[in-house]
């Protein structure tokens, strides 16, 4: 069965995919967000091309090829554009044949712990504690992440002494019997990143995403190696030899691909396989409420290594106003702290018409 039209619909934030086959038989996917419309240019010009005329079923030889044939271009722009490709063609594939797409990927439907995910840092530590104990009381959660220190922040903090009120603030307030999380996004040297785990440490935080500039690997080993705590990260990377590098030298604890940025659930699929060959437990990133959540979920009821829980962002329209309105039906439903994967067919979410008739409209055919 050939591909034989692919489209995109796109604003500056999300871009989504259909891939049509020769039967008609269609599917739904995703681009990553973030720059999408760029995204679903390069698309059209260095994947749509490759892809026409495929098999729309069997398609990880594809990836392959796109991969070959826009040797040049390595990098994030160009698996955040396959990625439009791999999540249409499951969705198609799982719509043929009933079944969802964990299913077709060797997982089941079923529950997901999640942790709440919080994406700011210009928040006070007062007032983030007492959004968690919020959402703790509304929908169930008893895991959460917070913030430390400032994006890529050259060792300072988002404002002087944050680091150090947020952290036992919050914990204090989240109390005993919840995990708790903190990110630091690239902020800090090995040696302050070290003194900020132990603080964590000190304060019975158990996870410590991405402290060191994620592209050093050598130097997130130092704080993986000096740490009790588990050390994490991943979610930048998207070409294999990266993975292969940061597992093979041990330079972190729990591995964080995330689906959208890896170039689909086929390659991310691969990296949990070369994770769990290693030991290592799969938490992927997934920091908003578009596709990638849900793929994130029907990734983690498939994979062996499947890490404790699902991030689940909580932030809101003041923070992520372009993830309202994707969808006809809501996917993401908080229950005792759970989300469910259905057994509805393919993703088993339909795009809204209404996004669909506002969004930018491109298509590639045979």
Same mark, same amino acid.
């Given at each position: 069965?050939?591909?034989?039209?692919?489209?995109?619909?796109?604003?500056? @934030?999300?871009?989504?995919?259909?891939?049509?086959?020769?039967?008609?038989?269609?599917?739904?996917?995703?681009?990553?967000?973030?720059?999408?419309?760029?995204?679903?240019?390069?698309?059209?010009? /260095?994947?749509?091309?490759?892809?026409?005329?495929?098999?729309?079923?069997? @398609?990880?030889?594809?990836?392959?090829?796109?991969?070959?044939?826009?040797?040049? $271009?390595?990098?994030? $722009?160009?698996?955040?554009?396959?990625?439009?490709?791999?999540?249409?063609?499951?969705?198609?594939?799982?719509?043929?044949?009933?079944?969802?797409?964990?299913?077709?990927?060797?997982?089941?439907?079923?529950?997901?712990?999640?942790?709440?995910?919080?994406?700011?840092?210009?928040?006070?530590?007062?007032?983030?504690?007492?959004?968690?104990?919020?959402?703790?009381?509304?929908?169930?959660?008893?895991?959460?992440?917070?913030?430390?220190?400032?994006?890529?922040?050259?060792?300072?903090?988002?404002?002087?002494?944050?680091?150090?009120?947020?952290?036992?603030?919050?914990?204090?307030?989240?109390?005993?019997?919840?995990?708790?999380?903190?990110?630091?996004?690239?902020?800090?040297?090995?040696?302050?990143?070290?003194?900020?785990?132990?603080?964590?440490?000190?304060?019975?935080?158990?996870?410590?995403?991405?402290?060191?500039?994620?592209?050093? @690997?050598?130097?997130?080993? /130092?704080?993986?190696?000096?740490?009790?705590?588990?050390?994490?990260?991943?979610?930048?990377?998207?070409?294999?030899?990266?993975?292969?590098?940061?597992?093979?030298?041990?330079?972190?604890?729990?591995?964080?691909?995330?689906?959208?940025?890896?170039?689909?659930?086929?390659?991310?699929?691969?990296?949990?396989?070369?994770?769990?060959?290693?030991?290592?437990?799969?938490?992927?990133?997934?920091?908003?409420?578009?596709?990638?959540?849900?793929?994130?979920?029907?990734?983690?009821?498939?994979?062996?290594?499947?890490?404790? $829980?699902?991030?689940?962002?909580?932030?809101?329209?003041?923070?992520?106003?372009?993830?309202?309105?994707?969808?006809?039906?809501?996917?993401?439903?908080?229950?005792?702290?759970?989300?469910?994967?259905?057994?509805?067919?393919?993703?088993?979410?339909?795009?809204?018409?209404?996004?669909?008739?506002?969004?930018?409209?491109?298509?590639?055919?045979?």
């Amino acid at each position: 069965m050939k591909i034989t039209r692919l489209e995109t619909f796109c604003n500056e @934030f999300v871009g989504f995919v259909r891939a049509t086959s020769e039967t008609g038989a269609t599917g739904w996917g995703q681009v990553s967000t973030y720059n999408a419309d760029i995204t679903c240019e390069i698309f059209h010009r /260095q994947v749509a091309r490759h892809a026409l005329g495929t098999n729309a079923l069997d @398609f990880a030889d594809t990836l392959n090829l796109i991969g070959e044939r826009e040797h040049k $271009y390595p990098g994030s $722009y160009l698996r955040r554009a396959m990625t439009g490709l791999d999540t249409a063609l499951l969705d198609l594939r799982g719509k043929l044949e009933g079944k969802p797409v964990t299913a077709l990927l060797g997982g089941t439907p079923g529950k997901l712990r999640c942790y709440a995910s919080s994406m700011k840092r210009d928040i006070t530590p007062e007032d983030e504690a007492k959004r968690f104990l919020k959402l703790r009381d509304a929908h169930g959660f008893d895991a959460f992440k917070w913030r430390v220190g400032a994006e890529c922040g050259r060792d300072k903090d988002e404002w002087p002494g944050r680091t150090e009120a947020v952290v036992p603030v919050v914990s204090k307030a989240l109390g005993d019997g919840v995990d708790k999380l903190v990110d630091g996004n690239s902020c800090y040297s090995p040696k302050r990143a070290i003194e900020v785990g132990r603080l964590l440490e000190q304060n019975g935080i158990g996870h410590f995403e991405e402290p060191c500039p994620y592209w050093e @690997f050598e130097q997130t080993k /130092q704080v993986t190696d000096a740490l009790s705590i588990d050390v994490t990260g991943g979610e930048q990377d998207c070409e294999f030899t990266a993975w292969k590098t940061m597992i093979a030298m041990r330079a972190v604890d729990i591995i964080q691909p995330d689906v959208m940025y890896m170039g689909g659930m086929l390659r991310s699929m691969e990296v949990a396989r070369m994770g769990a060959a290693a030991g290592l437990p799969c938490t992927p990133h997934a920091a908003n409420l578009s596709l990638v959540t849900l793929c994130t979920m029907h990734l983690l009821r498939a994979i062996p290594n499947a890490g404790k $829980y699902l991030e689940f962002s909580i932030e809101e329209a003041d923070y992520y106003p372009w993830q309202y309105g994707l969808f006809r039906n809501d996917p993401y439903v908080v229950k005792d702290g759970h989300v469910t994967v259905t057994d509805a067919p393919g993703w088993g979410v339909e795009i809204s018409p209404a996004w669909l008739d506002k969004a930018k409209h491109q298509a590639s055919s045979l």
